[in-house]
């Protein structure tokens, strides 16, 4: 998971850097407006932390300017105390969480972790989007490539919804059935997310005994290949 942090305090920066990348996320940095927006152009990220205050473009303007050019990025706006006005702006503006400074960066990590769960595979990748040789199409409920059309069913959607999120990513079972199942794994769950990969690659594989895109990871559960 890949996070840009936007905060023009050098030593902020550098502690939330080193805190992130010490819980495994894959960080970026920006100092100012201008160079956050740089980034946002040239890299898809999973998560902004945005500070407010910032030299040059406001964490305000920018938020606005993402979200106007259909940016779904989840935002969390970083504010001082005594910044009320300015947090309901951040969060009238598409902002999906704040946390106030002076912070504990447990509580950073906890509110981190909660957005990244919380936001939709539905807002990361839409509901047309291209799967392999495929394009879903979530509202129809079909897959289709040239010269073939395919019915799928709305878990199917919602599997491959959630793959196209994360590609190249190893999911185990038990995170893929608690993201789309909303439910803790049990047995009969992992067998039934196993059954309804099986199905899924009998659609969408050339062949299915040797998957190319959904591909099994011994011991760890699946992988979306895109790339």
């Not at 819980?23 to 940095?29: L, S, Y």
């Not at 190249?168 to 789309?180: A, G, P, W």
Request: aromatic fraction near 8%; glycine fraction near 6%; hydrophobic fraction near 35%.
């Amino acid at each position: 998971m890949s996070i840009l942090v936007v905060e023009d305090e050098p030593n902020i920066r550098l502690g939330l850097r080193d805190f992130l990348e010490f819980h495994d996320f894959q960080v970026a940095e920006a100092a100012d407006g201008p160079q956050a927006d740089q980034r946002v152009s040239q890299q898809r990220f999973d998560l902004i932390l945005l500070d407010l205050m910032l030299p040059r473009i406001s964490g305000e303007q920018l938020c606005e300017k993402w979200r106007q050019n259909g940016l779904n990025t989840p935002i969390i706006m970083v504010t001082a105390k005594g910044q009320q006005q300015e947090k309901i702006n951040g969060l009238n503006l598409g902002a999906d969480d704040y946390i106030t400074k002076p912070f504990s960066l447990e509580e950073l990590l906890a509110r981190i972790q909660a957005l990244l769960r919380r936001i939709s595979p539905e807002r990361s990748v839409g509901r047309t989007f291209a799967f392999g040789p495929w394009r879903v199409d979530v509202a129809q409920l079909k897959i289709n490539r040239p010269n073939q059309e395919i019915r799928i069913s709305p878990r199917e959607a919602q599997i491959m919804q959630f793959f196209a999120a994360q590609p190249n990513r190893v999911i185990s079972r038990d995170e893929l059935y608690r993201s789309v199942w909303g439910e803790e794994i049990s047995e009969l769950g992992t067998r039934t997310v196993d059954m309804h990969i099986a199905k899924l690659r009998s659609k969408i594989e050339t062949d299915s005994g040797d998957p190319q895109t959904i591909k099994t990871v011994r011991g760890a559960g699946y992988k979306y290949e895109n790339g």
